[in-house]
Structure formats: C-alpha cells, structure tokens
C-alpha cells in the first residue's frame, strides 16, 4: 500500500507540473495576444478560446498518457491501448470498469481519478479565465 501511496502521490506532482506548464503557456499567449489585439468579434474571440481549450486538452493527454505509461513500467497492462483506455477512463472520472488494475495496483485508480478530477476542475477556470478576458470589451 505504501508504494502506491508513493507512486501515487508522485504522479500526481508530475502531472500537476504538466498542468501548470500547459496552463501557464496557454495563458500568457493568450494574454500576449490580447496585448496587440484587444477587441475580438465574436468568430475570432471564438478561435482563441479554442485555441486555449485545445491547448489545455493536450495537457491533458500528456497528464493520461504519463498515467498510462506507468501502469505498463509497472506491467499492470500487456498493451499502450490497454494502459490508455484505462488510464483515460480512470481520469476522467468515467469508471466503467470493463478494465480494472490487480489488487496489488488498485489504489492507484483513485489517486488518478482524484488527479483528473482536480486538473479539470483547473482547465475550466482558465477557460473562464479566457473567456472574460476575450470578451471583456464586449460586455
């Protein structure tokens, strides 16, 4: 138990400083970019909101990828597609439990499902974020 009290709690600082580097980037361009462009219309304050979600949601794959690849270090999975799909279910907080760790691995579903749960709960305020600063002249 304690190993996966480790590895999950050291997963949870890499993928929390992937988030914070994903959302410090995103962020900043965005805020640059209103810098030399302060006034959006509607389509283009749209592309750079996008552009900003989509950015995010790379982080995100990044953050479920790095779950997946430990699972297979650890060989709870024989396949990539098997270690993704699980560890993309489990972070998204989704659970359909057609695919499940050993016992000996199984606490560390929840540390992932608390991890995505928390990154995307992040994700979503700088899209607030975003979304008031691309709108604010507009309000």
């Known amino acids: 138990m304690l190993t996966q009290i480790i590895l999950g709690s050291a997963m949870i600082v ?4 992937i988030q914070g580097l994903f959302a410090v980037t995103g962020i900043e361009r965005l805020r640059e970019h209103l810098k030399r462009h302060p006034t959006s219309s509607l389509p283009h304050g749209t592309l750079k909101i ?9 982080g995100t794959i990044t953050e479920v990828w790095s779950w997946a690849v430990l699972y297979l270090a650890l060989g709870t999975f ?7 799909y699980f560890s ?6 989704l659970g359909f439990g057609d695919i499940t760790l050993d016992e000996e691995w199984r606490l560390l579903s929840s540390f ?3 991890n995505g749960l928390l990154l ?5 305020a700088l899209v607030f974020v975003g979304v008031k600063w691309v ?3 507009d309000v």
Request: aromatic share 18%; glycine share 2%.
């Open 112 to 114: 992932e499902a608390a």
């Open 50 to 58: 996008a552009a900003l979600v989509l950015w995010l949601f790379l």
């Open 120 to 124: 995307f709960g992040w994700s979503t």
């Open 135 to 137: 709108y604010r002249a």
């Open 88 to 93: 993309t279910v489990t972070f998204t907080t």
């Open 78 to 84: 024989d396949t990539l597609e098997h270690a993704v």
């Open 14 to 17: 890499i993928t929390t400083f």
